[in-house]
């Protein structure tokens, strides 16, 4: 096992079907049309010297080196920037070229540090490749002229250094922000012989625009950019692919280690999500994995206030098994349960709700994308027979209109965010439809061509004024309509949209979105060529999230933007495996494969593989749980890798359900806020420490590979078994694989997925099955999934959660870049530095009138509770609207959001709470109770105490 080292062919490939032939030294070969030389001669295996140039890039011809010779041609043309051409005879070594490139090589060698054997890049760094490849033997010019060898190194990211002494001003970093990431932060200030990158007039990388994403410095050939990390371990000596396990965008990355330690993380070009691309997370924030917070021995107490006690696996898993059998012998079959994480790997949760079905013999198992993108399940099977996006990521490249709603990809789904942004510059118009200018509405060469700033809570009623603009005006594909829908409930939704009451210039007057701009919305989404909608949670966390889905549904199916690329209806899923956490049946009416546990075909396969009886009742959901347990029904849950207390809304109800059991089992990295209420405490193990696969928000499900040993003795999957174990329900897998065989065996969708196949291809979309063997990279083709497209009438009902004189602002929460959810990881890495605490964002007429200055103090008070945090005057939010993050445990975001929810999932509304914001002093009382709670409740006994 080494490490893996993808070709760089110096150029991108060409698109084109024609193929031309031509002669690079002596040997003929055929390439598609508008392929470079350069990237010819490197596919027929003849390497040509470069520095500028790489594959992810466009050529840029600055540095000289690949200069070829072709017959009949005057001079030596770059072959980078050189396209290829019938009957063209090229050469690539000659002694006029050689001569040319040593010189070249030793201008630069003149002016760059002779440290190499204490380089950190010493091994892999091209400068000192081409040196060598070049034959540079000397170099004639001394060092006293002028040179850069003394600038100063900029330190300042948490991540790399930036050593300028060490640039060749070849500009890959300046193009990789521009071209990969869409950033543009960097710069070559100067000219000649003082052209310098720069991070912005006199800027540190730090203060700069820069969103350290580690573009520039994977695609910088020397050491000036260098992962500090790599300066630290030193150079990687084997590599594994796996993928990262944050976002569901699933960047797929090589981890580069030495020995057990990840020395860093890159990007992989074959990966299909992210064709080696990531965001600051993926790439950079993999230190809480070895973080001292870490607890590694699983851990009981017999009563919440009690400090822990560390036993053993064998003692902890006894524990747990005996007190679910005491609780479910006392109060019932039904009082205990199981949460799925969208954290952990497909083959986890199937166990896990496999536990709780077979082992605990209910169906009360739920996971947490309920908090997130349940209504996306609900409201696209309903519509069009699959629980999922339409499309691939690849599929943007072809859109013409994009509309995102809901969501914040820049901040979100940052990978994705570039390919759109790129996909932008390169033509596609732009609709926003969000409460706060998000990023996407004016960023470097992008500008939306409408932003609707609606209230938070219109969205139905927005979306359906978009729907009447599109049949009012006579802009619906009726061809599409007529082959693939369903024309009677067609007839019924036209007639409905069509309206007044349901018309841009009613909507107007209580969305905060001007009627004209509606209208124009509408009509470059309807007449702009392939159109697709991209939407977040700023979709599903409301009232009426389903109906908001199937709105958006609506409209694809009208206008025809359906079944192709460049199209579709795209959830932007939060988590690594919220898709795969669906999939698997983690929710307590569905089976994997989203069969309804009613279906008693579905069971009776289910029952014959376990050997068990399954109840055909749905289950609990989280809610419900909760509410059980306040009434006194519902005593014992085992939650894995989530953290309900600081992720669930109304998070006073939440702690009151959970101090309601009698036996709460945490499964996690950390003593997250939950586990303040635990009983017993198993240790948890990172992406890092285990195999398996997560499927992404395109439904391509990947590999997840173990690079370390797991650091507690075992991974999830086998905590798990090990605790079927201990209650008596034996579950017999030697390996990860063999969970996804089983999981191949009794769900459609997956029929053909296998590791071998994963390990083949690198990645699969579901459906992957005898129709579809390689897997579906666009949905409903020719036809949707459930036969006849269905429309849905979307009638708006806004929510019961309105101002008034008592709580006059709407609250909106979202996520930032750097941190992740609510942040147990990335508050463990460097990437605090961006973002130390949550802040209050209120636009300034609101602040002015409340006193309120920026950085102070502010009091978030709603019906179901009150918090504080530091505002953040800004106009990014209209007057009348406030927003938050929710990453960090202090603020509790939460305890202010209501337990309203989804009509048709319980989804909760996040998205819209009224409250009155005014200046405070600090931390609420119920914070600082609650602080003085988490650090008791934290305490681990010494060993002396536990003699005791
Ligand atoms: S880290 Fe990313 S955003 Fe920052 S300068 Fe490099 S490419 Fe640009
Ligand atoms: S920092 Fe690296 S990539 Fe950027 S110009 Fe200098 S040598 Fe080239
Ligand atoms: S957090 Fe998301 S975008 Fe960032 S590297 Fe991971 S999967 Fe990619
Ligand atoms: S690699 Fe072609 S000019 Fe630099």
């Known amino acids: 096992m080494g490490l893996i080292h993808e070709t760089d062919y110096g150029t991108k490939p060409s698109a084109s079907a024609k193929i031309v032939t031509l002669t690079i030294d002596g040997t003929k070969i055929e390439v598609a049309e508008g392929t470079s030389i350069m990237r010819a001669a490197m596919e027929a295996g003849i390497q040509v010297p470069k520095l500028c140039a790489t594959d992810t890039l466009d050529a840029f011809g600055s540095c000289r080196l690949c200069l070829v010779e072709i017959q009949g041609r005057n001079g030596t043309p770059a072959s980078c920037t050189t396209p290829v051409a019938d009957g063209l005879v090229v050469s690539t070594q000659t002694p006029r070229l050689k001569q040319l490139r040593r010189g070249v090589m030793e201008l630069y060698i003149s002016d760059h540090p002779l440290d190499c054997l204490t380089c950190a890049a010493n091994g892999d760094c091209e400068l000192q490749d081409m040196a060598g490849a070049v034959g540079l033997r000397e170099v004639r010019y001394g060092y006293e002229g002028e040179n850069h060898l003394g600038l100063a190194k900029d330190e300042s990211n948490p991540y790399f250094t930036f050593d300028s002494s060490k640039c060749i001003a070849c500009s890959r970093c300046v193009r990789a922000c521009e071209e990969t990431q869409g950033t543009f932060a960097l710069t070559i200030e100067g000219r000649g012989f003082g052209s310098r990158v720069s991070a912005g007039a006199g800027d540190t990388f730090l203060e700069s625009d820069c969103v350290s994403c580690g573009a520039c410095v994977q695609a910088c050939p020397t050491a000036t950019l260098t992962e500090k990390s790599v300066i630290e371990i030193g150079q990687p000596e084997h590599s594994v692919v796996t993928t990262c396990a944050y976002c569901g965008v699933g960047c797929s990355f090589k981890a580069e280690m030495r020995g057990q330690e990840v020395v860093r993380m890159v990007p992989y070009k074959d990966g299909k999500a992210n064709r080696g691309h990531s965001c600051v997370k993926g790439r950079f924030a993999w230190g809480y994995a070895t973080h001292k917070d870490r607890i590694l021995n699983p851990m009981i107490r017999a009563k919440i206030t009690d400090p822990w006690r560390e036993v053993s696996w064998d003692e902890a898993l006894a524990h747990a098994a005996s007190e679910f059998k005491r609780i479910q012998s006392k109060y019932g079959r039904n009082a205990v349960g199981g949460i799925t994480s969208s954290r952990c790997t497909n083959e986890e949760t199937y166990l896990v709700q496999k536990l709780v079905r077979a082992g605990f013999g209910n169906n009360n198992v739920d996971t947490c994308a309920r908090v997130c993108h349940s209504p996306t399940g609900y409201g696209l099977s309903t519509t069009y027979g699959t629980s999922a996006g339409t499309q691939d990521f690849d599929s943007v490249e072809h859109a013409d209109v994009v509309v995102v709603i809901g969501a914040n990809p820049t901040d979100g789904h940052p990978v994705f965010a570039s390919r759109l942004k790129k996909r932008l510059r390169d033509g596609a118009k732009l609709i926003v439809i969000d409460p706060r200018r998000i990023d996407l509405v004016r960023t470097p060469h992008v500008e939306a061509a409408h932003h609707l700033p609606l209230r938070p809570g219109t969205n139905v009623a927005v979306l359906t004024a978009l729907a009447h603009v599109i049949v009012a005006e006579s802009l619906v594909n009726e061809a599409f309509v007529r082959a693939n829908c369903d024309l009677a409930e067609f007839d019924r939704w036209a007639a409905f949209v069509a309206e007044e009451r349901n018309s841009p210039e009613e909507v107007a007057k209580f969305a905060g979105v001007a009627a004209e701009t509606i209208r124009a919305a509408a009509r470059l989404y309807a007449t702009g060529g392939n159109a697709a909608i991209y939407y977040g949670l700023g979709v599903t966390e409301h009232s009426q999230g389903s109906t908001a889905v199937m709105a958006i549904a609506n409209l694809a199916m009208a206008t025809g933007n359906i079944g192709r690329p460049g199209v579709g209806v795209n959830p932007l899923r939060g988590q690594n495996n919220v898709q795969g956490a669906c999939d698997m049946g983690s929710f307590p009416h569905e089976l994997s494969g989203y069969r309804h546990v009613s279906d008693d075909g579905a069971r009776a396969m289910f029952e014959t593989l376990w050997g068990v009886t399954l109840d055909k009742e749905p289950g609990l959901r989280i809610p419900n749980m909760l509410d059980a347990a306040v009434d006194g029904a519902f005593k014992g849950l085992y939650i894995q890798g989530e953290d309900i207390l600081q992720s669930d809304p109304d998070t006073h109800h939440v702690a009151a359900g959970l101090a309601a059991m009698e036996c709460v089992i945490v499964q996690d990295l950390f003593l997250n806020e939950t586990a303040n209420y635990a009983h017993i405490f198993l240790p948890g193990s990172t992406f890092l420490e285990k195999d398996g696969t997560f499927t992404n928000a395109e439904r391509r499900i990947q590999r997840v590979r173990k690079v370390m040993a797991p650091r507690n003795g075992l991974g999830d999957w086998e905590v798990t078994l090990a605790f079927a174990k201990a209650l008596g329900f034996a579950m017999d897998y030697a390996h990860p694989s063999q969970i996804m065989d089983e999981i191949a065996a009794v769900t459609p969708t997956f029929k053909g997925v296998s590791y071998a196949k994963l390990d083949e291809l690198g990645s699969v979309q579901w459906p992957c099955n005898d129709k579809a063997p390689e897997g579906t990279p666009v949905m409903h083709v020719g036809g949707f999934v459930r036969g006849k497209g269905r429309f849905v009438i979307t009638e708006y009902v806004a929510t019961d959660e309105r101002v008034g004189p008592r709580f006059p602002l709407l609250l909106t929460t979202g996520r930032i870049l750097s941190q992740y959810n609510v942040g147990a990881q990335t508050r463990r890495t460097a990437n605090v530095v961006w973002h130390e605490e949550d802040r209050l964002e209120i636009n300034p007429h609101d602040a002015e009138v409340r006193g309120i200055r920026d950085g102070d103090w502010v009091a978030v008070r709603s019906r179901a509770g009150e918090t504080a ?80």
């Open 869 to 948: 945090l530091r505002a953040l005057i800004t106009d990014r939010v209209a007057a009348g609207v406030v927003y938050t993050t929710f990453h960090h445990p202090d603020t509790q975001a939460n305890v202010v959001t209501t337990d309203y929810s989804d009509w048709a999932t319980n989804c909760p509304e996040y998205k819209v709470t009224a409250v009155q914001c005014m200046p405070s002093n600090g931390p609420s009382d119920w914070q600082s109770r609650y602080r003085a709670h988490a650090d008791r409740s934290r305490r681990i006994a010494k060993p002396a105490e536990v003699a005791e």
